[in-house]
């Protein structure tokens, strides 16, 4: 009798557990849903999203058309350009050479291309694999624009930049940069003996089993290949042509969000290279002052409402796409889109502060403020772009919006300087110095200060 009502009792903690478990799922999902349809309409471009935890898919959905001539769905399958989560295939395809004990993170760029002008400085692998290296991005220069259609061999293309005045000295500063992921690329060739395309498909995409992954072509048939759009005054049209040579180590890669997931997964359980040496990537680096800097070998380091997480995106003409994974968690969310105009950055990471239970706070957590605590913060503000934010008061309440949109946002007060956007995600710190009225705009993404009489230096940080 006393082991039956055990029985009972234990059976019926099991149900109440999966019962807990599959209403959280359907929370989330439906969270998910509301997040992603916001952006994503059935009848424009669109993305397909995939939620995993402890390397189970818990959501995967696709929203809008893969192909707007053809009226064509988006569907989980669909086969994106990844943009710079490139960069994440083109490190560790160095760290694998590394331990084959073909080339040293300390090796210096002319070990690979003599005849590189390095104005008697050193700039190492390890300077490239962290963007300290100082080198000019070539995406950066004005005459790359004219070059984006043309086929151009490695070195070739190494030759269209590396004559550029460095930016800074290797180590002294962080700067996003895609010419170094250029030279990553040709040194894989340079130390491997096979090409970088033939590198990543033979060594890491058949390996892992990733069989809707590519070295991007325009020319090649791809099965489940999403169109990529741009959008000007209203209008969609297919995205610019860019040359795939172009992209190459820093962006070239093509891939679906089950194949990322794999990706994924053999990152978190060693496959490719072991921990000591994957760990190289997830290492907070420091430049030359000891300053330490948020980005290793392919991934860049930040926080969801005090949670360390990897994170990268991308961005190439025709798509964007972003992947955050939360180690503590083991969560990773991977969100691509068809069109330029669309960046699931933001997103991502909402979906991924939900799947953590870490939510960004609401409009729900206001505090309450006198209308002259309110009036205080009214203005114009000027930012370095340009850009006006205007914050207007009507009946008791702040509104937020750009000069020249339509569109205005309630902003709600935190604290008597603080303002937080509906979804938590987008927040205000408004001061005063010497008079003048300081504006400072801050999502998870970037920093921006204006203020209400003078142009200010906008801070953030590149992230694709």
Known sequence: MKNRIQLKQILLFSFCFLLTNLVSAQNLTSKVDEILQTQFKSNETGAVALVAKKGNVIYRKAFGKANLELDEDM?????????????????????????????????????????????GKQIT????????????????????????????????????????????????????NNSGYFILGYIVEKVSGMSYPKFVEEQIFKKLNMNSSYYGSHTKLIKNRAAGYRKRNGEYSNAQYISMTLPYAAGSIMSNVDDMLKWQTAIRNNILVKKETIDKAFTNYTLNNGKKINYGYGWSFNEINGVPTLEHGGSIPGYKSMGVYVPSEDVYVIVFSNCGCKSPTALTIKIAALAINKPFSSGNNAVSLSKEELQKWVGAYKFEDGGIRLIMMENNQLYSQRKGSSSKFKIYPTSPNEFSFEDGFYTYKFSEKKGKKIAIFQNRIKKEKGMSTAITKAKGNERS
């Open 125 to 176: 692998v390890h300077h490239l694999l962290t963007h300290t290296s100082g080198i000019k991005s070539y995406t950066s220069m004005q005459k790359f624009g004219k070059v984006t259609t043309k086929d151009v061999e490695p070195l070739k293309f190494i030759d269209f930049f590396k004559n550029e005045p460095m930016d800074f000295e290797p180590g002294e500063k962080y700067k996003y």
């Open 75 to 119: 569907v989980p399958e669909n086969v994106f350009e990844v943009g710079s989560i490139t960069k994440q295939f083109t490190s560790v395809s160095i760290l694998m050479l590394l331990e084959e004990g073909k080339l040293s993170l300390e090796d210096d760029i002319t070990k690979f291309i003599p005849d590189y002008p390095t104005n």
